[in-house]
T-cell receptor
Framework: QKEVEQDPGPLSVPEGAIVSLNCTYS??????FMWYRQYSRKGPELLMY????GNKEDGRFTAQVDKSSKYISLFIRDSQPSDSATYLC?????????????FGKGTKLSVIP | DTGVSQDPRHKITKRGQNVTFRCDPI?????LYWYRQTLGQGPEFLTY????????KSRLLSDRFSAERPKGSFSTLEIQRTEQGDSAMYLC????????????FGPGTRLLVL
């Protein structure tokens, strides 16, 4: 079992829809959680960064972490065709030896005009 | 452009050849990371530097792989005697030493081994 699990999709939604992307993780030492967006043949771009449990909102994006269930979510409101990309969740521990990010497989999202 | 840069962006080589990739991090970042990403997978950690010291290596980093960061600025990743299984996107990221340690990624070097 991978430490971070993510449904690879693909996920296709109409423009304007609310998108929900999810990951689960198994390592209780993970404290920091990120969402990256990756366009085809490009490097990952940081979207959201959260520490421990709770919600964080940035414009149309909301990241949610529930440490009790080891569940990470990203919501995209009023989705746009430009949101079409692969979304990667990632987790990180703390302390020495924990600087690496552990990624899910990524979910490929298409927003249809 | 003040982001992470990588060179070359694409590399095609024949099996058995050596290849070297370069990464230039964001200038004030003293941590530098290498990841590998294969098709349909998320990036997987390879190694990381704090300044010029290589502090952690993944077991994915076989003896054919070597990374350096000689002056604590740019880094190189060399793969010797390339194999077809080395075909992947090689990603570099950098971060500050701060509690959040946000990692910013470069555009990647796409390697194809024939």
């Amino acid at each position: 079992q991978k430490e971070v699990e993510q449904d690879p999709g693909p996920l296709s939604v109409p423009e304007g829809a609310i998108v929900s992307l999810n990951c689960t993780y198994s390592n209780s030492a993970f404290q920091y959680f990120m969402w990256y967006r990756q366009y085809s043949r490009k490097g990952p771009e940081l979207l959201m960064y959260t520490y421990s449990s709770g919600n964080k909102e940035d414009g149309r994006f909301t990241a949610q972490v529930d440490k009790s269930s080891k569940y990470i979510s990203l919501f995209i409101r009023d989705s746009q065709p430009s949101d079409s990309a692969t979304y990667l969740c990632a987790a990180q521990g703390t302390g020495a030896g924990s600087y690496q990010l552990t990624f899910g497989k990524g979910t490929k999202l298409s927003v249809i005009p | 452009d003040t982001g992470v840069s990588q060179d070359p962006r694409h590399k095609i080589t024949k099996r058995g050849q050596n290849v070297t990739f370069r990464c230039d991090p964001i200038s004030e970042h003293n941590r530098l990371y290498w990841y590998r990403q294969t098709l349909g997978q998320g990036p997987e950690f390879l190694t990381y530097f704090q300044n010029e010291a290589q502090l952690e290596k993944s077991r994915l980093l076989s003896d054919r792989f070597s990374a350096e960061r000689p002056k604590g600025s740019f880094s190189t990743l060399e793969i010797q005697r390339t194999e077809q299984g080395d075909s992947a996107m090689y990603l570099c990221a950098s971060s500050l030493v701060d509690p959040q340690e946000t990692q910013y990624f470069g555009p990647g070097t796409r390697l194809l081994v024939l």
